[in-house]
């Protein structure tokens, strides 16, 4: 399992919200696998939900780590499908046959507005408000998780990210550099934290890309 985790809440405490939802999420999974010899997307929710509860908790009895959250994206594939799991405003992107397109929703103040129709995309880029979100993982006893499923094809391309690269980076510019490094991925994750850096990178940049070969992720 693939997964982005960016976390908020003063001192170190966003740090220990973004690590518990990564090694929770990736125990509860292997565990599964381990009971029923496969997991599904349900239990991919089921996981992010054992996170929340966990984050909560520790959020709720120690003082210095209250109020603390995450944000969370996962990529999980089970037999020829892909599953996508998403809460906050990290995103995930799906790269395929030269096409980019962003296939989680921002779960941000400013993008509830945009849904609504009260804004335009455009208001929303530059939106003073657009770090705000509204759902994370921690901050209530329950969360609403986002669950979407893809049928993989060779060649798919999944970029995982937290806001510090989407904000400084437009899709088009992700694919220009996607079809710059012919294939390295590494190089491409490179090349894009040095793009958003050198426009200002005031947030911490986190990403992952994964590609299809073959049949497996
Ligand atoms: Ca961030």
């Given at each position: 399992?693939?997964?982005?985790?960016?976390?908020?809440?003063?001192?170190?405490?966003?740090?220990?919200?973004?690590?518990?939802?990564?090694?929770?999420?990736?125990?509860?999974?292997?565990?599964?696998?381990?009971?029923?010899?496969?997991?599904?997307?349900?239990?991919?929710?089921?996981?992010?939900?054992?996170?929340?509860?966990?984050?909560?908790?520790?959020?709720?009895?120690?003082?210095?780590?209250?109020g603390m959250g995450t944000t969370m994206v996962a990529l999980f594939q089970a037999d020829e499908q892909a599953y996508v799991a998403s809460v906050g405003d990290s995103r995930v992107y799906q790269i395929?046959?030269?096409?980019?397109?962003?296939?989680?929703?921002?779960?941000?103040?400013?993008?509830?507005?945009?849904?609504?129709?009260?804004?335009?995309?455009?208001?929303?880029?530059?939106?003073?408000?657009?770090?705000?979100?509204?759902?994370?993982?921690?901050?209530?006893?329950?969360?609403?998780?986002?669950?979407?499923?893809?049928?993989?094809?060779?060649?798919?391309?999944?970029?995982?990210?937290?806001?510090?690269?989407?904000?400084?980076?437009?899709?088009?510019?992700?694919?220009?550099?996607?079809?710059?490094?012919?294939?390295?991925?590494?190089?491409?994750?490179?090349?894009?934290?040095?793009?958003?850096?050198?426009?200002?990178?005031?947030?911490?940049?986190?990403?992952?890309?994964?590609?299809?070969?073959?049949?497996?992720?």
């Open positions: 399992v693939f997964i982005v985790a960016d976390g908020m809440g003063g001192h170190a405490a966003g740090e220990v919200a973004s690590r518990m939802a990564v090694e929770i999420i990736g125990s509860w999974l292997q565990k599964t696998i381990e009971k029923q010899g496969k997991a599904s997307g349900k239990d991919l929710v089921q996981a992010v939900k054992e996170a929340n509860h966990q984050i909560f908790i520790s959020g709720s009895e120690n003082a210095t780590l209250q395929r046959t030269n096409q980019i397109s962003q296939i989680t929703r921002d779960h941000s103040l400013v993008n509830e507005y945009v849904e609504r129709g009260m804004l335009t995309q455009e208001a929303a880029e530059h939106h003073p408000l657009k770090h705000v979100i509204s759902r994370a993982l921690g901050t209530n006893t329950e969360v609403e998780v986002d669950l979407l499923e893809v049928l993989l094809q060779e060649g798919d391309r999944f970029l995982l990210c937290s806001d510090g690269l989407s904000n400084k980076l437009s899709p088009s510019e992700i694919l220009t550099l996607l079809n710059q490094s012919n294939g390295d991925l590494e190089k491409a994750c490179r090349q894009m934290i040095e793009a958003a850096n050198q426009k200002g990178g005031e947030d911490n940049i986190t990403l992952i890309l994964a590609a299809c070969k073959g049949d497996t992720l």
